[in-house]
């Protein structure tokens, strides 16, 4: 039996040692009971913000670039530019949210905090949308939209996070419905995207953008009802008094360069002096054994590296090349909100007489995938490859990556097939001078590179998700998912600055831009057949870490 820390025996009622979970308090601060927190319950009411929230952050960037190009009249190249840009400092950001709620406010605190900014933003973007053209129009837009950013900064990996805690891993039940989280979770964020495409987009483009932005700053309002109203019910980590996770790390880092010029055989005499057998101290990265050998003035202040803190290290450092080789994913992510919606918007977007789909909308054929192949994913595909395999998630989290990245090269591929056609066909009709003139090709030539990031998206994104979480400290999980999302941000960037270098190369000379405004006379093909390339070699180079990849606490998922 166990009894809560605040009370003596006499006074409290006992609790059953199966009942209680390890590591968790509940809203009062006494141990978390198995029965009463945590589990699906709670995971609910943080899934259905998460939605609210991808609801609100969907319904300005599935859009955009229509909006810059629209009413604030910016080119298509610098268009594509400032929504990768705001796209990857918001991917970005969840790095010093996550810092700052594993670090200081707890996980909780942080996502009311970035609500109420998220909330701020949305109001101030609303009134910018509002307000007559100007440069007034045009700063207040612009500070709004990376508030919003900050918000979800702090509120993106934190809102995950607080959601997997609410499912011990420790418990083989809990630990297999943990696993199953992170594919309802995404199953979640989609659906609530796919009707941000499919009606916010329309409200935009055809009613008015004040509208379409206030629609979101309502709905954010609601998600953080929805999130306090399930206070009760949530497990909360409790933190301990040990050092901060970031101190031990950076400990080891500090002192294996203070002593890189030490011996081999001087770590073997270290490791031997404190009863390490060879198979604890991994081979892999074994430069960092050497802040074993603490130098003199931390040894006499108790401020040795012990061996858990080098392997703790060890675990970081193993994320990176996969973190590296996962880039090239983000930056082919940055493409359906941007490129894919300018291709659409010169299509011919008719459904029936009189009504046009916007070209945004088609992003909901991703979500739609998601939607579709999530639970066939969860409820078919893992039972049966787990057959196979013996793993407990039928494959592993990075060969469940790996094959993501692999579907993202087909769908760059299909959509410069698909661009080629839509050229040939503005050439055939003489088109190619008339950039406001609708090519009589459907807009659903569109819908299999749409379908494509769908299915990468259900193997890369859940998997990322995973990983990182999984293979970080346990006091750094927020910092892990802001770790899967800088991979995005990074993407983005990565997307701005190959759109600059292009714009300025192909430019040249009185040349005509691969982003040329007119889309009938650019090649955006040669745009995707190059991210094509760069994904297979970036897949390649995946392979290479991650067979050597040296799961972390025993996990082999």
Same mark, same amino acid.
């Given at each position: 039996?166990?009894?809560?820390?605040?009370?003596?025996?006499?006074?409290?009622?006992?609790?059953?040692?199966?009942?209680?979970?390890?590591?968790?308090?509940?809203?009062?601060?006494?141990?978390?009971?198995?029965?009463?927190?945590?589990?699906?319950?709670?995971?609910?009411?943080?899934?259905?913000?998460?939605?609210?929230?991808?609801?609100?952050?969907?319904?300005?960037?599935?859009?955009?670039?229509?909006?810059?190009?629209?009413?604030?009249?910016?080119?298509?190249?610098?268009?594509?530019?400032?929504?990768?840009?705001?796209?990857?400092?918001?991917?970005?950001?969840?790095?010093?949210?996550?810092?700052?709620?594993?670090?200081?406010?707890?996980?909780?605190?942080?996502?009311?905090?970035?609500?109420?900014?998220?909330?701020?933003?949305?109001?101030?973007?609303?009134?910018?949308?509002?307000?007559?053209?100007?440069?007034?129009?045009?700063?207040?837009?612009?500070?709004?939209?990376?508030?919003?950013?900050?918000?979800?900064?702090?509120?993106?990996?934190?809102?995950?996070?607080?959601?997997?805690?609410?499912?011990?891993?420790?418990?083989?039940?809990?630990?297999?419905?943990?696993?199953?989280?992170?594919?309802?979770?995404?199953?979640?964020?989609?659906?609530?995207?796919?009707?941000?495409?499919?009606?916010?987009?329309?409200?935009?483009?055809?009613?008015?953008?004040?509208?379409?932005?206030?629609?979101?700053?309502?709905?954010?309002?609601?998600?953080?009802?929805?999130?306090? %109203?399930?206070? $009760? *019910?949530?497990?909360?980590? +409790?933190?301990? /008094? #040990? &050092? @901060?996770?970031?101190?031990?790390?950076?400990?080891?880092?500090?002192?294996?360069? %203070?002593?890189? $010029? *030490?011996?081999?055989?001087? +770590?073997?005499? /270290? #490791? &031997? @002096?404190?009863?390490?057998?060879?198979?604890?101290?991994?081979?892999?990265?074994?430069?960092?054994?050497?802040?074993?050998?603490?130098?003199?003035?931390?040894?006499?202040?108790?401020?040795?590296?012990?061996?858990?803190?080098?392997?703790?290290?060890?675990?970081?450092?193993?994320?990176?090349?996969?973190?590296?080789?996962?880039?090239?994913?983000?930056?082919?992510?940055?493409?359906?909100?941007?490129?894919?919606?300018?291709?659409?918007?010169?299509?011919?977007?008719?459904?029936?007489?009189?009504?046009?789909?916007?070209?945004?909308?088609?992003?909901?054929?991703?979500?739609?995938?998601?939607?579709?192949?999530?639970?066939?994913?969860?409820?078919?595909?893992?039972?049966?490859?787990?057959?196979?395999?013996?793993?407990?998630?039928?494959?592993?989290?990075?060969?469940?990556?790996?094959?993501?990245?692999?579907?993202?090269?087909?769908?760059?591929?299909?959509?410069?097939?698909?661009?080629?056609?839509?050229?040939?066909?503005?050439?055939?009709?003489?088109?190619?001078?008339?950039?406001?003139?609708?090519?009589?090709?459907?807009?659903?030539?569109?819908?299999?590179?749409?379908?494509?990031?769908?299915?990468?998206?259900?193997?890369?994104?859940?998997?990322?998700?995973?990983?990182?979480?999984?293979?970080?400290?346990?006091?750094?999980?927020?910092?892990?998912?802001?770790?899967?999302?800088?991979?995005?941000?990074?993407?983005?960037?990565?997307?701005?600055?190959?759109?600059?270098?292009?714009?300025?190369?192909?430019?040249?000379?009185?040349?005509?831009?691969?982003?040329?405004?007119?889309?009938?006379?650019?090649?955006?093909?040669?745009?995707?057949?190059?991210?094509?390339?760069?994904?297979?070699?970036?897949?390649?180079?995946?392979?290479?870490?991650?067979?050597?990849?040296?799961?972390?606490?025993?996990?082999?998922?």
């Amino acid at each position: 039996m166990a009894y809560s820390h605040h009370e003596s025996p006499e006074t409290l009622t006992p609790l059953l040692e199966d009942d209680v979970v390890d590591g968790a308090a509940d809203y009062k601060g006494l141990p978390a009971r198995r029965s009463t927190s945590g589990g699906w319950r709670s995971a609910s009411f943080i899934i259905g913000v998460e939605v609210a929230e991808r609801f609100a952050y969907y319904g300005i960037s599935s859009n955009l670039i229509t909006f810059l190009t629209g009413p604030l009249g910016q080119s298509t190249a610098t268009a594509a530019e400032n929504v990768n840009i705001w796209s990857g400092t918001a991917s970005l950001l969840p790095l010093l949210g996550s810092v700052v709620a594993d670090s200081f406010l707890g996980r909780y605190r942080t996502i009311i905090a970035a609500s109420l900014l998220y909330i701020l933003g949305l109001g101030l973007l609303t009134l910018s949308a509002m307000i007559p053209s100007s440069q007034l129009q045009v700063l207040l837009f612009f500070f709004s939209l990376y508030l919003v950013a900050f918000g979800q900064g702090g509120h993106k990996p934190c809102v995950q996070a607080f959601g997997a805690d609410q499912f011990d891993g420790q418990d083989p039940e809990e630990c297999k419905a943990k696993s199953s989280f992170f594919n309802w979770w995404y199953f979640g964020v989609c659906a609530g995207g796919l009707f941000t495409v499919s009606v916010l987009a329309y409200i935009q483009d055809n009613l008015s953008w004040g509208l379409g932005f206030g629609i979101p700053c309502v709905v954010m309002i609601l998600a953080l009802i929805i999130f306090v %109203g399930g206070t $009760r *019910t949530y497990r909360y980590s +409790i933190k301990g /008094e #040990e &050092e @901060s996770p970031f101190v031990r790390i950076s400990k080891v880092f500090v002192a294996a360069l %203070g002593n890189w $010029r *030490t011996s081999p055989s001087a +770590i073997a005499s /270290e #490791e &031997e @002096s404190r009863g390490t057998l060879p198979h604890q101290s991994s081979e892999q990265y074994k430069f960092l054994n050497k802040a074993l050998l603490a130098p003199d003035d931390l040894m006499k202040n108790g401020k040795m590296c012990t061996i858990a803190e080098v392997e703790e290290a060890k675990a970081v450092l193993r994320l990176f090349p996969i973190w590296a080789t996962c880039l090239v994913y983000g930056t082919v992510f940055a493409q359906s909100t941007t490129f894919f919606t300018k291709q659409g918007a010169t299509m011919d977007r008719t459904i029936v007489p009189g009504f046009d789909i916007p070209a945004a909308s088609l992003q909901s054929f991703i979500g739609l995938t998601i939607i579709i192949f999530i639970p066939i994913y969860d409820r078919i595909f893992v039972p049966t490859a787990r057959a196979f395999t013996r793993e407990p998630s039928g494959i592993t989290m990075l060969q469940r990556i790996g094959t993501g990245i692999f579907f993202s090269i087909i769908s760059m591929v299909v959509a410069a097939l698909v661009e080629i056609k839509r050229l040939q066909t503005a050439e055939d009709y003489d088109l190619v001078d008339l950039p406001s003139a609708t090519i009589p090709m459907s807009i659903w030539w569109l819908v299999p590179q749409y379908l494509l990031y769908g299915l990468a998206d259900v193997f890369t994104m859940v998997g990322m998700q995973e990983f990182f979480y999984d293979q970080v400290p346990n006091e750094l999980r927020s910092v892990g998912l802001a770790l899967y999302l800088s991979i995005i941000g990074v993407g983005s960037f990565l997307s701005s600055f190959l759109i600059s270098i292009i714009e300025d190369a192909t430019s040249a000379a009185g040349q005509t831009s691969w982003f040329s405004d007119n889309l009938n006379t650019a090649h955006l093909d040669y745009f995707y057949w190059l991210l094509a390339a760069l994904s297979a070699v970036g897949l390649a180079v995946y392979i290479y870490f991650a067979k050597s990849y040296i799961y972390n606490r025993g996990s082999t998922v």
